[in-house]
């Protein structure tokens, strides 16, 4: 038999938030009376609305670009907010009308109900740690373009470079001696690698930054301690702390599908029909663990580097890295003698990755 979901507040509220405006619905769960207003983004105007119904009260609102600042200032003035993950409210499949007023509306019914998913509200610090690796990433994505539009540039001219690895100081040297004789193409050519250096540079200064935070901050331990295990480097393994933030709340089992690594289904009587991964979730961090995944295929051979890490982790994490280290290296040899597609075979690894990443943060906690 259901049973309805014990409710602590009186007034449930639900907030359609934008940049320039705020449209709000209080229901009172006692007598059903509905309490609309549009306000501004103020966060005290807010606060001060909210104290005015009937209380308690409770707050939600849709997690999203406008950031967690009204949370955090709901909370400091006694007022419970959750803010709730977008892709697990529930609507009905045949409403087909959207407006700001019936969004909070929902929202409000669905606090009141019980049935709304948060997501977890990083501190200040979380967040900027968590804006230092975002914006890493996307001087990473800035970097690959810069150096995309370089090559093509060069490539429709027919200039190919055929003396090893490329973006090397030898690939830089040969890229300064290119000249053209066209004004155009060479200012063309100058900008952008000008642009492609300019990107160096600011990776570069974030990556002294993440470094330096990673060693006093926080993340610390877990940093030390996921560092225990191939292809986690400092970087990986800051970049993992802080988007998973609270492991606790995870399980072994459970990161997998928060970090969207595990397979869609579809199953209906005796079918059972799986597909690609859901790709839920973190995309920084599952990518951070596709990549990592990926070093696990070579014969395991710890080098200086990963020695270095071991020797400032503890005994404890050490071992269980280890442990990991050959499980994982153990299961890309499987799928290799089964010929199994190395896409699919390295995914099920950063899946189980996954787990591991998740024992070793909870390790010593």
Same mark, same amino acid.
């Given at each position: 038999m259901w049973e309805a979901p014990a409710m602590n507040q009186r007034t449930s509220v639900g907030l359609d938030v934008h940049a320039r405006s705020v449209v709000a619905c209080g229901l *009172?769960? #006692?007598t059903g009376e509905l309490f609309e207003r549009r306000l501004t983004p103020d966060h005290g105007e807010i606060v001060g609305w909210s104290r005015s119904l009937p209380t308690p009260v409770a707050v939600t609102y849709e997690a999203g670009p406008t950031g967690f600042g009204l949370a955090r200032s709901l909370t400091a003035a006694g007022i419970?907010?959750?803010v709730a993950a977008p892709s697990k409210l529930q609507r009905p499949p045949g409403d087909r009308v959207k407006t700001d007023a019936r969004d909070a509306r929902h929202l409000a019914r669905l606090l009141h109900l019980g049935q709304i998913v948060e997501v977890a509200v990083p501190s200040v610090e979380q967040e900027a740690a968590r804006d230092l690796v975002r !914006? %890493?990433?996307d001087c990473r994505g800035d970097l690959m373009? !810069? %150096?995309h539009r370089v090559s093509k540039l060069l490539l429709r001219q027919g200039i190919v470079y055929y003396g090893g690895h490329a973006w090397t100081k030898v690939h830089d040297s040969w890229l300064r001696t290119q000249h053209f004789d066209a004004p155009? +193409?060479? +200012? !063309?050519?100058e900008t952008a690698y000008d642009t492609m250096l300019a !990107?160096? *540079?600011r990776r570069d200064r974030l990556d002294v930054a993440i470094a330096a935070m990673a060693t006093d901050s926080d993340y610390t331990p877990v940093v030390t301690r996921l560092g225990c295990l191939r292809g986690v480097s400092t970087l990986t393994a800051f970049g993992l702390a802080v988007e998973i933030g609270d492991? #606790? %709340?995870l399980t072994g089992r459970s990161i997998g599908a928060y970090l969207g690594l595990v397979p869609t289904e579809h199953s209906s009587g005796t079918s059972r029909s799986q597909g690609s991964i859901t790709?839920?979730?973190?995309?920084h961090a599952r990518r951070l663990l596709v990549e990592a995944a990926w070093h696990h295929r070579p014969r395991y051979r710890p080098g200086a580097e990963l020695r270095r890490r071991w020797e400032q982790a503890s005994p404890a994490a050490r071992a269980r890295g280890q442990q990991a280290n050959r499980r994982l290296h153990a299961r890309w040899a499987g799928f290799d003698v089964r010929n199994k597609r190395p896409a699919l075979a390295n995914t099920a690894i950063a899946r189980e990755l996954a787990g591991w990443c998740w024992s070793l943060a909870v390790l010593d906690t």
């Open positions: *009172d769960g #006692q419970e907010c959750l !914006a %890493r990433e373009s !810069a %150096r155009g +193409l060479q +200012l !063309a050519y !990107a160096v *540079d492991w #606790q %709340r790709k839920t979730g973190n995309g």
